[in-house]
């Protein structure tokens, strides 16, 4: 009975996984409409969405550290419960890096001739790949570690 809970725990949390895919391309879409509205730049729109993208992230991560107590708690796999404490960590820096690319981006469309902004949006891209990259090893680590209970 213990393995077939894990497994459904880890359903879900493949599923917020979906939804947090999901949100991350609604925030890019309304970003880049965001500065395509430019040079009058539709602020409230874009606070609007942000503030929409915030309560979807934070309620996928609630979610997620529900699971991550079940299994600690309940179901003895601290093992797992380690790789998702992990997983949020990286997903955190994940959107903050996000949100702050955005702002670069935003900087250089302004200010084009500041090379300045350019390399911080080369820094910040660099950054961003190497916490997906990350992500994904801990996902990895996590289906490995999770095959024993099949």
Known sequence: MTGEAVQALLR??????????????????????YL????????????????EITLAFSGISREVLCIVGRLRDELARPDLAQHLARLQEREQEKLQLTAQLQLARQRVQDQPDMDAHQQE??????????????????????????????
């Open 12 to 33: 879900r949390l493949r599923a917020l996984q979906g939804e947090r895919a999901e949100a991350y391309r609604l925030f890019e879409e309304g970003h880049r409409a």
């Open 36 to 51: 395509s509205s430019a040079p009058h730049y539709d602020f409230p729109r874009y606070r609007q969405l942000v503030h």
């Open 121 to 150: 949006v080369r820094e910040l891209k660099h950054k961003l790949i190497k916490t997906i990259e990350a992500i994904s090893e801990i996902l990895q680590d996590l289906k490995y570690d999770s095959e024993e209970v099949e």
